[in-house]
């Protein structure tokens, strides 16, 4: 029997992973007793409106559960996080939002821990019907008490408590 090889592309840091983990924990535990539940980066996402490609965010608020296709949610997250790396900040920006903002997410975060800065996109749509993203705000060290999830306001993650490095 041969052994695959372990491929990591992304070649993350740490810290990537304890945003993300910081943001579930706090964010999950807020939100335990309701329909929605918080995912981390082992959840995969899968949209006819995406040929039916997997996409697997960082984390994600998901309130349809029940919408799934085999180990694949096909219902639409309501927000979505990406935390930027070298090797995924061009599609994170680009491909990746262009994406959720075809499938409907509501609120996108981007979070890049290298400049301890979130930039929250909302996305609309124009009157021919095609969405398009803005950025919403843009939360450094300066105004980091305006940290605050759009679409969940009842929910709270402090920006220190999202960059706590341990």
Same mark, same amino acid.
């Given at each position: ?6 491929? @990591? ?5 740490? =810290? ?6 910081? *943001? ?7 939100? /335990?007793?309701?329909?929605?539940r918080?995912?981390? @980066? ?5 949209? /006819?409106?995406?040929?039916?490609? !997997? ?27 990406? !935390?930027?790396? @070298?090797?995924?900040? =061009?599609? @994170? ?9 075809? !499938?409907? !997410?509501? =609120? ?10 979130? =930039?929250?996109y909302?996305?609309?749509? /124009?009157?021919?019907?095609?969405g398009?993203?803005?950025? *919403? /705000? ?8 305006? #940290?605050?999830?759009?679409? *969940?306001?009842? #929910? ?5 408590? #999202?960059?706590?490095?341990?």
């Open positions: 029997m041969s052994t695959l090889p372990i491929d @990591d592309m992304s070649r993350t840091y740490i =810290e990537h992973s304890m945003v993300i983990d910081n *943001f579930v924990i706090k964010v999950g535990n807020q939100i /335990k007793d309701s329909l929605c918080v995912f981390s @980066d082992g959840v995969q996402y899968q949209w /006819k409106e995406n040929d039916d490609r !997997v996409i697997i965010p960082d984390a994600s608020i998901m309130c349809n559960i029940r919408d799934r296709r085999n180990v694949s949610f096909t219902g639409v997250p309501r927000f979505v996080m990406e !935390v930027l790396s @070298d090797a995924t900040e =061009e599609y @994170d920006r680009n491909e990746k939002m262009q994406i959720y903002c075809k !499938v409907g !997410v509501s =609120e996108y975060w981007i979070v890049d821990w290298r400049k301890k800065q979130v =930039e929250i909302m996305f609309d749509w /124009k009157e021919d019907g095609t398009y993203a803005y950025l *919403f /705000k843009k939360i450094t060290e300066q105004n980091k008490e305006e #940290l605050q999830l759009v679409m *969940f306001p009842n #929910l709270k993650i402090g920006f220190d408590e #999202l960059f706590q490095m341990m």
